[in-house]
């Protein structure tokens, strides 16, 4: 079992999940429920197990997670009900939404809604120190990483790149596969965006001499006028023990999300789950920290379901009527 794995499972096991609930509480509800998380390395993989546990807990509903390549897949995997949950960046949801992105093919996605918010996803780079690579514009002509083809970094970072004029050799994996071919040298850099700390970077940083950088202001500037969704954020110098300084960057919120035809009091009660054990979320995955009902205005534009729109109303945070949509 490798280290993210083990990882996963123990927070599980923290959280205090012995076995499956019994019986749901309402017999309206579903008997278990699938929650599209992301590939092993990223935060996704691990958040969605504590959320997963605690709302298998709070329900009596099975939550089992399914390993996906990330937001991208998450959104059509729950707009075609083959699976309940998912977690998704909102600048993914929003390609998802108007049928953008070139993932999408044209196709709106409009069965999703909005549950909660979960946390920041910062965008940044980590490579070995001995490479000499300080900078983005040295990514010209190296080999560089981002996760699976369909997650948050897969989808941004190419079109980045484009955006600032750099070309690159990308190539797609799961987080843990990019961090060892780092390691062994395949790859110069492996650029990412994940919940904070990204474990996959923390591994690596125990096992070689690495480097992290990030975008220039100038470079902020110009990705922030591509695209608009992205949002300033920074890397704080804690995350990691070799960061020197704080690393100013863009990010995307990111949501969790559910089918429209979910039941209301499900929605509400998955809500309540998960916010009213922040403490436990924070226990699993220190990204938790952002999962606090204030961040419910992260979310500019994709409908809540009226289920978790009833919560936050109820603990007098405004949702506007325009978005809470069956």
Same mark, same amino acid.
């Given at each position: 079992?490798?280290?993210?794995?083990?990882?996963?499972?123990? +927070?599980?096991?923290?959280?205090?999940? +012995?076995?499956?609930?019994a019986?749901? /509480?309402?017999?309206?509800?579903?008997?278990?429920?699938?929650?599209?998380? +992301?590939?092993?390395?990223?935060?996704?993989?691990?958040?969605?197990?504590?959320?997963?546990?605690?709302?298998?807990?709070?329900?009596?509903?099975?939550?089992?997670?399914?390993?996906?390549?990330?937001?991208?897949q998450?959104? $059509?995997?729950?707009?075609?009900? /083959?699976?309940?949950?998912?977690?998704?960046?909102?600048?993914?949801?929003?390609?998802?939404?108007?049928?953008?992105?070139?993932?999408?093919?044209?196709?709106?996605?409009?069965?999703?809604?909005?549950?909660?918010?979960?946390?920041?996803?910062?965008?940044?780079?980590?490579?070995? /120190?001995?490479?000499?690579?300080?900078?983005?514009?040295q990514?010209?002509?190296?080999s560089?990483?981002?996760?699976?083809?369909?997650?948050t970094?897969?989808?941004?970072?190419?079109?980045?790149?484009?955006?600032?004029?750099?070309?690159?050799?990308?190539?797609?994996?799961?987080?843990?596969?990019?961090?060892?071919?780092?390691?062994?040298?395949?790859?110069?850099?492996?650029?990412?965006?994940?919940?904070?700390?990204?474990?996959?970077?923390?591994?690596?940083?125990?096992?070689?001499?690495?480097?992290?950088?990030?975008?220039?202001?100038?470079?902020?500037?110009? &990705?922030?006028?591509?695209?608009?969704?992205?949002?300033?954020?920074?890397?704080?110098?804690?995350?990691?023990r070799?960061?020197?300084?704080?690393?100013?960057?863009?990010? &995307?919120?990111?949501?969790? $999300?559910?089918?429209?035809?979910?039941?209301?009091?499900?929605?509400?009660?998955?809500?309540?789950?998960?916010?009213?054990?922040?403490?436990?979320?924070? /226990?699993?995955? +220190?990204?938790?920290?952002?999962?606090?009902?204030?961040?419910?205005?992260?979310?500019?534009?994709?409908?809540?379901?009226?289920?978790?729109?009833?919560?936050?109303?109820?603990?007098?945070?405004?949702?506007?009527?325009?978005?809470?949509?069956?």
């Open positions: 079992m490798t280290t993210f794995r083990r990882r996963a499972f123990a +927070a599980a096991a923290v959280l205090g999940l +012995a076995a499956a609930p019986a749901a /509480q309402n017999p309206a509800w579903p008997k278990s429920m699938t929650l599209g998380t +992301a590939s092993v390395g990223g935060t996704y993989f691990i958040y969605g197990q504590v959320w997963a546990t605690l709302v298998s807990e709070a329900t009596k509903v099975n939550v089992s997670t399914q390993q996906t390549q990330g937001p991208n998450n959104i $059509i995997l729950v707009d075609d009900k /083959q699976a309940e949950l998912g977690m998704t960046t909102m600048g993914v949801a929003l390609q998802a939404w108007n049928g953008s992105g070139e993932w999408t093919k044209g196709k709106q996605y409009r069965n999703v809604r909005a549950l909660f918010p979960m946390y920041d996803t910062p965008f940044h780079f980590i490579t070995l /120190q001995r490479s000499g690579i300080t900078s983005v514009k990514l010209a002509g190296k560089v990483g981002v996760g699976p083809r369909a997650g970094p897969g989808t941004y970072f190419p079109p980045m790149f484009e955006a600032l004029g750099i070309k690159t050799n990308i190539r797609y994996g799961g987080g843990s596969d990019m961090t060892s071919q780092v390691g062994d040298g395949l790859l110069d850099v492996f650029a990412f965006a994940a919940g904070l700390p990204i474990a996959a970077f923390s591994e690596l940083e125990t096992q070689k001499g690495v480097a992290f950088f990030s975008f220039t202001a100038d470079e902020i500037r110009t &990705l922030r006028e591509k695209f608009p969704e992205l949002s300033p954020s920074v890397v704080p110098k804690s995350t990691y070799t960061m020197k300084e704080d690393q100013p960057t863009v990010g &995307l919120f990111n949501f969790a $999300i559910i089918h429209k035809d979910m039941p209301e009091d499900l929605a509400y009660a998955i809500v309540k789950a998960v916010h009213e054990n922040h403490p436990r979320m924070v /226990q699993g995955h +220190a990204a938790a920290r952002e999962t606090v009902p204030e961040n419910v205005a992260k979310n500019g534009f994709l409908p809540f379901h009226p289920g978790a729109a009833r919560y936050y109303r109820e603990k007098g945070h405004a949702i506007p009527d325009n978005l809470v949509v069956r």
